[in-house]
């Protein structure tokens, strides 16, 4: 018997349909072990020791980990199947170091969608354990752990937050500083010229412009109405007719980033979501003989495509579309710190599984991310879009005015496209040439405004943060989720604002650690440990040069940093079991009441009870009073509480 050991049993049936009786499949169910919390400053890092990690096994895989290692003991050969990314291969080393097996000798095995002819192809050519990989993925996490912890439990004590971390922070500083810049931005109004010129029967826009077309600012209205009175019995002409015909090419197969961004763009999803059904179509869709997985591994960075992929994918777009819509596979990234060629980009398993065809057994949503995914796909290896691009010169009174008009020649990869978006192009639909007469033209001052920057919603923030190469594609939706729990930010029609708590952590981090809080330190931290991952930089020298001057600035905080209390909101109500003011406190879930009195007394109040709306109050006037709970029965105080103590005995509560 041959075990292979993945990490999600979503994928067991599956791989066993393919492999065949031979082979038994167990799933980890993710990491086996993590970092203890335990030795210096509870960081599960020996630092002493060169770094030396401390290992624990997670309590809840005991029993999972104990029917692997009885399983694996019993089989002829063990296959490390776990997922093809740098989480993966440390979740291999993991399970190799527990269970006793040889790194050196046992076989990894690294498949990119679950379908017949990759996982054979996999277990036909298996290789071993990339300990480079392993290395970088473990230099993160002691890193990330090392910051993590050492920070959080200074804003814990000094300012009451809940945490910090290596990536983290930084992405709430941009959100921080973004919002700093829109309450900075003075507004500014000027004026534009705008109009329309009837060529034909036909209303075409133009702008006023000077000889580099840029179009000409005027300070006041009364300075642009001015110009408009003055050409109202001024002859227009056309005095040139710029045609071109340019291509519009279409974009790779999505990554990581890109999909989370597409999604939300046109649905609204959000990197979370994303993400969650991603996972869903790479393990798998039953659509009637079993499982099948739609979709290939949604963690990457490439947008590489199997020529197989491709070859099969241009015969779909030329019985779909025709031959002259066939085009050559974008397969470039220009992303700098890519390290993970050897991965496909995000499409379908099989061209033939159009969205259409396998739309009824699909969810909603998986539908909508499947068709996005699909047809991004099929466009990056079709021709480009063909289009005339037309400039219009004008002239009145010596004053130079431009329309622009944009035809579609060739439709090319837009074919397809539009069942994911319309496009249109830009501008006036019609022939213009230079010898046609102007009927007439009407021109207008237009009112603009300087605009402050916009803030992040979800797909503008993902795109920012790759970008600038801080955290990578895999970790954004977690990143972004956290923020949102620790509240450090909330949405606000879809945009991110930093809430007080996020402000006053950005501020101390700022002030106390310059490095950790820079985007280029941290991403320089990214390309090092890109570097380990290629093997051309050393983990314990990574580690060294960073503890040092990190653990100086740690020092310094706890010294100079001013203590902050942050007010906790409380309801009115005590604790029934001891007596202390319940206080709101925020979870994973959502918010809630909880004793002031934590960790000692754990009372939860599991939901709020509605507030009874009765009197004004009589001592302050503009407070209502509420009925209360609390541990010696029911009563009435003001909502104004704690300013206002006001109380009064519930009478009904009473004669019960």
């Not at 995914?373 to 009145?396: A, D, F, N, P, Q």
Request: overall charge neutral; glycine content about 4%; some cysteine.
């Amino acid at each position: 018997m041959k075990l292979v050991i993945i990490e999600s049993p979503n994928k067991s049936k599956t791989i066993m349909k393919y492999l065949g009786s031979d082979y038994h499949v167990l799933a980890s169910y993710g990491h086996i072990r993590d970092l203890s919390i335990s030795g210096e400053k509870n960081l599960g890092v020996d630092i002493n020791d060169n770094f030396k990690p401390l290992y624990e096994i997670d309590n809840k895989k005991k029993n999972i980990l104990r029917r692997i290692k009885a399983e694996s003991e019993k089989a002829d050969e063990v296959y490390l199947a776990t997922d093809p990314d740098r989480e993966g291969e440390a979740i291999s080393w993991h399970l190799a170091e527990v269970l006793n097996l040889d790194v050196n000798t046992t076989k990894r095995v690294e498949y990119h969608e679950l379908t017949k002819r990759a996982i054979n192809e996999a277990f036909d050519n298996p290789r071993t354990i990339n300990m480079d990989l392993v290395k970088s993925q473990e230099t993160r996490r002691i890193l990330d752990r090392i910051i993590g912890f050492e920070l959080s439990t200074l804003l814990k004590k000094k300012i009451s937050s809940p945490s910090a971390g290596r990536v983290q922070s930084v992405v709430l500083k941009l959100i921080v500083d973004r919002e700093q810049e829109i309450k900075n931005f003075k507004v500014e109004t000027y004026y534009l010229i705008h109009g329309n010129v009837t060529i034909n029967k036909h209303h075409i826009p133009v702008k006023l412009v000077d000889d580099k077309e840029n179009e000409i600012h005027f300070k006041s209205l009364e300075e642009a109405t001015k110009f408009v009175d003055d050409l109202k019995d001024k002859p227009m002409n056309i005095i040139d007719v710029l045609k071109e015909n340019k291509k519009h090419y279409s974009k790779p197969v999505h990554t990581t980033s890109t999909l989370q961004q597409d999604a939300y763009n046109l649905y609204r999803f959000d990197s979370k979501k994303t993400m969650r059904i991603a996972q869903k179509l790479y393990e798998g869709v039953d659509l009637g003989n079993g499982n099948v997985g739609l979709i290939t591994y949604m963690r990457t960075d490439s947008v590489r495509i199997s020529p197989l992929f491709i070859n099969l994918a241009k015969k779909q777009i030329e019985d779909e579309y025709g031959k002259e819509y066939v085009g050559v596979a974008k397969t470039t990234n220009k992303n700098k710190n890519q390290v993970q060629d050897a991965h496909e980009g995000i499409r379908p398993t099989d061209s033939t599984l159009t969205p259409e065809s396998i739309e009824d057994k699909l969810s909603k949503e998986e539908a909508k991310l499947y068709r996005l995914i699909y047809y991004r796909t099929l466009c990056s290896m079709m021709k480009e879009e063909i289009y005339e691009h037309t400039k219009v010169y004008l002239e009145c009174n010596n004053n130079r005015f431009v329309a622009v008009g944009e035809q579609t020649v060739f439709d090319g990869f837009t074919k397809a496209y539009q069942n994911i978006e319309k496009s249109k192009r830009q501008g006036f639909a019609i022939d213009v040439k230079k010898d046609d007469s102007i009927d007439s033209f009407i021109l207008q001052p237009k009112e603009e405004n300087t605009k402050a920057p916009s803030r992040y919603n979800e797909a503008k923030l993902v795109q920012t943060m790759e970008s600038l190469g801080i955290g990578r594609p895999s970790t954004y939706a977690t990143i972004i989720d956290t923020l949102k729990v620790r509240d450090y930010v909330y949405l606000e029609k879809g945009f991110f604002l930093p809430t007080e708590q996020g402000v006053i952590t950005t501020t101390k981090l700022e002030e106390f650690f310059k490095d950790i809080m820079n985007v280029e330190y941290t991403s320089q931290m990214e390309t090092k440990l890109d570097e380990i991952a290629n093997g051309n930089a050393d983990e314990l020298t990574t580690l060294t040069d960073f503890y040092a001057p990190f653990e100086k600035d740690v020092e310094v905080a706890y010294k100079d940093m001013e203590v902050v209390k942050k007010e906790l909101q409380t309801n009115g109500e005590v604790c029934p079991n001891c007596g202390k003011p319940l206080v709101l406190r925020k979870g994973r879930y959502g918010s809630f009441y909880a004793c002031s009195g934590y960790p000692t007394c754990k009372y939860i109040l599991k939901e709020t009870p509605k507030e009874e709306e009765l009197r004004p109050c009589p001592v302050c006037k503009t407070g209502h009073l509420v009925l209360r709970k609390s541990r010696y029965g029911s009563f009435y105080a003001c909502s104004n509480y704690p300013k206002c103590n006001y109380i009064e005995k519930n009478s009904k509560a009473s004669k019960k």
